[in-house]
């Protein structure tokens, strides 16, 4: 099972929402930045060092707001860990993602986000997260 962990980067009643680009997989889909976790590598850890590699920031990784195992239709599984970020230091810089917006909760659901983060994405929504 592949472990990732993701960022829900807050900042003025807004969360920050990254697009892939056409090139990865699961090609346009939104998501929250972050990645996989290496091997002897702590979440928190994993999770620092991604921000800096795709959005150029010193992050302050927070608690864990939510945790998902999610199975694919194609049989692949993965492990997902949810962390708030409420500071960070340097200016967001997307480094990766086709886009990188800032999106109010309600808005949320009117994005394509990938299928393993759709719970999420209501919960946040209707305010029963952060």
């Given at each position: 099972?592949?472990?990732?962990?993701?960022?829900?980067?807050?900042?003025?009643?807004?969360?920050?929402?990254?697009?892939?680009?056409?090139?990865?997989?699961?090609?346009?889909?939104?998501?929250?930045?972050?990645?996989?976790?290496?091997?002897?590598?702590?979440?928190?850890?994993?999770?620092?060092?991604?921000?800096?590699?795709?959005?150029g920031i010193d992050a302050v990784i927070g608690e864990e707001v939510s945790r998902i195992v999610h199975t694919y239709p194609n049989g692949g599984s993965v492990e997902l860990r949810f962390f708030a970020v409420h500071e960070y230091r340097g200016e967001i810089e997307n480094k990766i993602f086709k886009d990188v917006q800032w999106v109010e909760r309600k808005a949320m659901p009117s994005y394509d986000f990938l299928e393993a983060d759709l719970g999420l994405v209501k919960d946040l929504a209707e305010g029963n997260l952060l």
């Open positions: 099972m592949k472990r990732v962990v993701a960022a829900l980067i807050l900042k003025d009643e807004k969360i920050l929402v990254c697009q892939r680009t056409r090139h990865q997989v699961m090609p346009l889909k939104w998501e929250f930045p972050g990645g996989k976790i290496e091997d002897g590598e702590q979440p928190r850890d994993a999770l620092h060092r991604e921000l800096d590699e795709e959005l």
